[in-house]
């Protein structure tokens, strides 16, 4: 890395390109899903192909209500077949609220990967986007530079 000075401005050149996003896909939904099930349920997915070494950073927004008096369910990311990010969200019936998740995975091989937001009871169910809004589901996935 090198330190060029022009006019009196600095510019470094020889940056890596580590931690720069590469391209950018997103995923939305207009329909109501419903989780009552212990086993994991896709609530919305997309795929991005990556080379290899890079990462992925998965985000996902939708709107979630509770069908019952409480309810706590896992949520995550599975990504290419493995499950990443469990973490638990809960709430009380009528509190219509937010589910918000993201995860980086680590390095991974070159390839088309399926990019999966999955919800799965733990008590009660709740629905995902309830109001069948245009866009209440929302997910999206970058490649992100690793090198």
Not at 75 to 97: C, L, P, R, S, T
Request: cysteine-free; glycine content about 8%.
């Amino acid at each position: 890395m090198s330190l060029i000075k022009v006019n009196n401005i600095q510019t470094t050149t020889g940056l890596s390109n580590r931690g720069r996003v590469l391209q950018t896909v997103t995923a939305s939904s207009s329909t109501a899903i419903t989780i009552n099930s212990s086993s994991a349920t896709t609530v919305i997915s997309t795929s991005i192909t990556i080379q290899q070494g890079n990462r992925i950073l998965a985000m996902f927004s939708g709107d979630m209500n509770a069908n019952s008096a409480q309810s706590w369910q896992i949520i995550g990311f599975n990504i290419g077949g493995v499950q990443y990010h469990d973490k638990i969200i809960e709430h009380i019936a009528n509190a219509n609220m937010n589910a918000d998740s993201s995860y980086l995975t680590p390095t991974l091989n070159s390839g088309t990967y399926t990019v999966a937001f999955n919800s799965r009871q733990g008590s009660g169910s709740v629905t995902y986007n309830e109001g069948n809004f245009g866009d209440g589901l929302h997910l999206i996935a970058m490649e992100i530079s690793a090198s």
